[in-house]
């Protein structure tokens, strides 16, 4: 049985290991680079850390040094040109809303596999995606999975 191709293909990036494994299945499942949107979610910056009540960690110098690692990214793997989003929120929710925006029809998400307290603390973008999405996800489990 053979899948269709799809048009969109979402993958939100970390800029972990197995997100940049996330961000070359996305190419290879849509045949072409330039079918694959990317996106990396911020959370929402802190009025009380000491960098934002200083005034040297904006929204903004944040953006500026999520787009420089996501060009490395591409240099290394000898892309270019592939759409990059940078949002602020929820990791989960603003992928999926992101997906839905832009009618995707797959979200490639790395799965980081924590469990136990660590997973509670930090939840799960994985299964948020899951959850939320409108289109198929693909799940990648991870290389140094048991």
């Known amino acids: 049985m053979s899948w269709p191709t799809p048009k969109t293909v979402v993958v939100p990036l970390d800029f972990s290991d197995e997100s940049e494994r996330a961000f070359k299945t996305a190419i290879d499942v849509a ?3 330039s079918s694959v949107r990317a996106v990396h979610v911020l ?11 200083w005034g040297e960690i904006t929204d903004e110098s944040r953006e500026q040094a999520v787009r420089q690692e996501f060009d490395k990214l591409q240099q290394r793997l000898g892309q270019s040109g592939v759409p990059f989003d940078v949002r602020v929120g929820n990791p989960g929710l603003e992928i999926t809303d992101f997906a839905s925006e832009i009618n995707a029809d797959l979200i490639v998400v790395a799965s980081h596999g924590y469990h136990g307290f660590k997973r509670m603390v930090l939840g799960s973008v994985a299964e948020r995606v899951i959850r939320h999405a409108a289109c198929d996800v693909l799940v990648l489990r991870r290389t140094d999975a048991d």
């Open 43 to 53: 959370f929402p910056l802190d009025a009380v850390s000491p960098g934002v009540a």
């Open 31 to 33: 045949g072409d680079a």
